[in-house]
């Protein structure tokens, strides 16, 4: 009876232990696909990010060289856009939510964010082609920089509201006793204690969107050269290297894994960025 | 002077405002009165309004705008567009079947890989791992969060392809040929291709939720078990699990909806061939592809329309997933907000 006891415990050690081996080799499993990525992307790329790859132009089809200068700077102006469209909208709406506005009616406006971080990227894609392509008469950077801020405005929305919700009620409450009128508190006093994280939500959507394809598949369409007016085709650094990736040439596979390495190295600096943000403040409210 | 002083002043008069301890309706109403900008407070309120709008507004856009763009589609075709497997741009004959079924069983092959992988990461993360591993752990996750679909799907096509067609693909037609699963002829580029990128891209989403979930469950519940001799993996298993599995839920299905739209590293990977193979090592075709590969090339109106209607299709599974994976998710943290409370 004592020893059947004791045997049952020791299967039960065994049990738990055998478990806690299965949840350990899974998070191992979730994790490698970063470091496989990461060991192809620097064995088949960083050979071939150089001066050339960073300033020319794409050679012409078929011949060997020239680089991705302009889907880089593409990158940055659509991103430039999208930030302009995507950043005061996201924020003050995520100000509307966290200071104004009933409970009932703030919980169906944070579902319907939330249900629209949900839509997939290549359907905002498809909207603004009809909203945007179709109308004025073909692709341009106009169109892929709205793709991309719309695609902001949720994300940003919801990282506002949050950290703006963390400011401590005595703040918003001593500039009122002051005198300060609400718009103002709320600008001067609330905004300016939750800057911080509020930068934190907009670099990260940046960074996200940053790396978006499909959105840009059929808005700002790509372009070989350089972009002369917003109202043209204009090249990305994730367009480009999907174009070259499912290209039949060598010498592109090559320059696809280069501009993907330069990519993953632009995100990881944002994010390493903001790591540096949060964690400096972490012991203060935001 | 203004702005300078002002800190210092606030340290001072939070003090005071705390212990006056004004309930906030009375207060604002007070302030209202005072205040001798009235104009700029009911232009700032109404200005803040009208940008949160903006997401009922997007979602009326996107619904109004892809069922105009297939409206002629949509009348044409009816309701065979949904069962019928013809995609014949020549002929202008269009059938989403194989679209929707690509998409159901990569997302499906995404789940069963990603699922248990996810919950079980998450719960080494919040019960079973060592705490100096935690955070570094996390960190790693949300890294690979990071990384761009098409940047997985350059790394798909070139390593882990012919990785799966030299090794695991030979084994898995070994060991199941017998089944329709795992027959016919090895290709590479594959449904069960398309279904392993995607599970790699919503591992993190699902373990991650899944892991908030999980914090979220009182100690008070581990506590319990432990008190009456539970080992680790039976207070997990028994208080923990158990408590959080409509949460947990909520993160699988949310990780369908991701699955369910993702476009980009799949477009590369499946193959890109409309048919229905029982083979998962056939190549296979998902709605988001389809738009992706085929959208600048419909010359035709009815092509675009169709394209458009795939769109629609594919915009009205996503939202009513979604919906459904917030209501779960909702449920849970308004409950354990109200427990916070009590």
Redesign the interface.
């Known amino acids: 009876m004592h020893l059947e006891r004791a045997d049952n415990h020791t299967w039960r050690k065994i049990k738990s232990a055998l478990a806690s081996t299965i949840a350990f080799v899974s998070a191992i499993l979730v994790i490698s696909p970063l470091g496989l990525v990461f060991f192809h992307l620097l064995v088949n790329g960083a050979g071939s990010v150089n001066w050339d790859f960073l300033t020319k132009l794409p050679a012409p089809v078929g011949a060997v060289g020239g680089g991705m200068a302009n889907a880089i700077v593409g990158s940055l102006e659509l991103l430039a856009f999208a930030g302009v469209i995507g950043i005061p909208i996201g924020v003050l709406g995520g100000v509307y939510l966290a200071e104004y506005g009933s409970a009932r009616i703030n919980s169906v406006l944070r579902f319907l964010a939330d249900v629209l971080n949900g839509v997939p990227s290549i359907t905002w894609g498809v909207v603004v082609y009809g909203l945007v392509v179709l109308r004025f008469k073909g692709f341009s950077a106009y169109a892929g920089g709205l793709a991309l801020g719309l695609i902001m405005i949720p994300l940003i929305l919801r990282t506002t509201e949050e950290v703006v919700l963390l400011v401590p009620n005595g703040y918003r409450e001593a500039a009122l006793a002051l005198g300060v009128s609400r718009w103002k508190t709320i600008v001067h006093i609330v905004m300016k204690t939750a800057s911080r994280g509020i930068i934190t939500g907009i670099l990260l959507a940046l960074a996200r969107v940053g790396g978006e394809t499909a959105p840009l598949l059929f808005t700002a369409f790509g372009n070989r050269f350089w972009n002369h007016s917003l109202s043209q085709p204009i090249a990305a650094l994730p367009l480009q290297v999907f174009t070259y990736a499912i290209s039949p040439y060598d010498d592109w596979h090559r320059q696809a894994w280069a501009g993907a390495l330069v990519l993953v190295t632009g995100i990881f600096c944002v994010n390493v960025l903001v790591r540096i943000l949060t964690r400096g403040h972490a012991a203060s409210v935001v | 002077m203004y ?1 300078s002083g ?1 800190p210092l ?3 001072v ?2 003090f ?3 212990a ?1 301890s ?1 309930a906030v309706e009375e ?2 109403v007070q ?2 009165m ?5 104009f ?2 009911k ?3 109404w ?3 009208a ?6 507004v ?2 009326i ?2 619904g109004w ?2 069922w ?2 297939s409206s002629v589609a949509i009348k044409k075709f009816g309701f065979h567009f949904l069962v019928t497997s013809t995609w014949d741009p020549v002929a202008e004959q269009f059938g989403a079947l194989p679209f929707i079924y690509g998409t159901l069983v990569s997302s499906l092959i995404a789940l069963l890989i990603a699922v ?3 919950i ?2 998450a ?3 919040t019960e ?2 060592p705490l100096w591993i935690r955070q570094p ?1 996390v ?6 969060a ?10 798909g ?3 882990m392809i012919p990785w799966l067609r030299d090794y695991p693909f030979p084994f898995l037609k070994r060991l199941f040929g017998w089944t329709p699963f795992f027959s016919g002829p090895i290709y590479g580029p594959s449904m069960l291709a398309g279904g392993i990128i995607i599970a ?1 891209m919503i ?2 989403i699902i ?1 991650s939720v899944s892991r908030e979930i999980l914090r979220s469950v009182p100690n008070l519940q581990r506590e319990a078990a432990y008190a009456l001799g539970a ?4 207070a ?2 028994i208080a923990v699990f158990s408590y959080a599995k409509k949460g947990l839920f909520g993160a699988v299905i ?1 990780g369908l ?2 699955a ?5 590293a799949v477009t ?1 990977v499946i193959g890109n061939t409309p048919q229905i193979a029982a083979s998962l090592l056939k190549p296979g075709y998902t709605l ?1 592809s389809v ?2 590969n085929e ?2 090339e419909a010359t035709t109106d009815m092509y675009l329309q169709a ?2 209607e795939i ?1 629609l299709v ?2 009205g599974i ?2 009513l ?3 459904l ?2 209501l779960l998710l ?1 449920t849970i943290t308004t409950t354990s907000a109200t427990r916070a409370v009590q």
């Open positions: 702005r002002l002043l606030i340290k008069l939070s005071m405002a705390i006056a004004i207060r604002s302030v209202r005072a205040s001798p900008s009235r700029g407070d232009a700032f309120e200005l803040t309004l940008m949160a709008l903006a997401v009922v997007l979602v856009l996107i705008q892809l105009i763009g248990p992988l996810s079980a990461t719960a080494y993360l079973l791992a752990l960190s790693l996750i949300e890294m690979l990071a990384i761009p679909s098409v940047i997985l799907g350059l790394w096509i070139f390593v790699i591992l993190p373990t080992t680790r993996w039976e997990t298993r949310l909806g991701r369910l739209g993702e476009t980009m590369m988001a738009i992706a959208f600048t394209l458009f769109g594919l915009f996503t939202i997933v979604n919906l994976a917030q909702r």
